[in-house]
T-cell receptor, first 117, second 111 residues
Framework: GAVVSQHPSRVICKSGTSVKIECRSL??????MFWYRQFPKQSLMLMAT?????????EQGVEKDKFLINHASLTLSTLTVTSAHPEDSSFYIC?????????????FGQGTRLTVV | DAKTTQPPSMDCAEGRAANLPCNHS???????VYWYRQIHSQGPQYIIH???NNETNEMASLIITEDRKSSTLILPHATLRDTAVYYC????????????FGAGTRLFVKA
């Protein structure tokens, strides 16, 4: 299947700093990417839908100024957690869907574990 | 997207078939049934999907009832590596579809 790569896989940062997470589709072009976060022993929560060349669509309750999403190319979307605080510590996962066809599956990255200290 | 209901956890003996049920009584005619799994600290992995016919691939089989209100994912010979959280999701398959995850079923495969 298609490959979606996230980087970094783990990051520890100090409170108040910003962290950027990259999501790349390695062997296909993705017009749409999705960002999720997951707390321990809980399900994935969709944060936003990222569309190439346009603004992201955020789910209700997700602060767009806190979680900045950029989807500048068909193979790369980035999520920046701004002014991170310990409560932002979580597992962040992206997924990407191919451009071709209408019934194309979305593939998931391996996730990024963010710890804010 | 229609809501799904899954048991929170299940056990299965290694080598036996694991049958994971999912109820989706409010599914619409254009919604597909998707199954994913998530092994601890990894991203979700697509398993299989179907509309109304039963489907089989190298990983699993998907049995959808005739009224489409429920389905069962079958792992024919479960291994310890199949221990994971399994998510049943129903959604449309065209346009700007997005995948919304429920609580899933935590499957424990035991030796």
């Amino acid at each position: 299947g298609a490959v979606v790569s996230q980087h970094p896989s783990r990051v520890i940062c100090k409170s108040g700093t910003s962290v950027k997470i990259e999501c790349r589709s390695l062997d296909f072009q993705a017009t749409t990417m999705f960002w999720y976060r997951q707390f321990p022993k809980q399900s994935l929560m969709l944060m936003a839908t990222s569309n190439e060349g346009s603004k992201a669509t955020y789910e209700q309750g997700v602060e767009k100024d806190k979680f900045l999403i950029n989807h500048a190319s068909l193979t790369l979307s980035t999520l920046t957690v701004t002014s991170a605080h310990p409560e932002d510590s979580s597992f962040y996962i992206c997924s990407a869907r191919e451009v071709r066809g209408v019934n194309t599956e979305a593939f998931f990255g391996q996730g990024t574990r963010l710890t804010v200290v | 997207d229609a809501k799904t209901t899954q048991p929170p956890s299940m056990d299965c003996a290694e080598g036996r078939a694991a049958n994971l049920p999912c109820n989706h009584s409010t599914i619409s005619g254009n919604e597909y049934v998707y199954w994913y799994r998530q092994i601890h600290s990894q991203g979700p992995q697509y398993i299989i999907h179907g509309l109304k016919n039963n489907e089989t691939n190298e990983m699993a089989s998907l049995i959808i009832t005739e009224d489409r209100k429920s389905s069962t994912l079958i792992l024919p010979h479960a291994t310890l590596r199949d221990t994971a959280v399994y998510y049943c999701i129903v959604r449309v398959n065209t346009g700007g579809f997005k995948t919304i995850f429920g609580a899933g079923t935590r499957l424990f495969v035991k030796a």
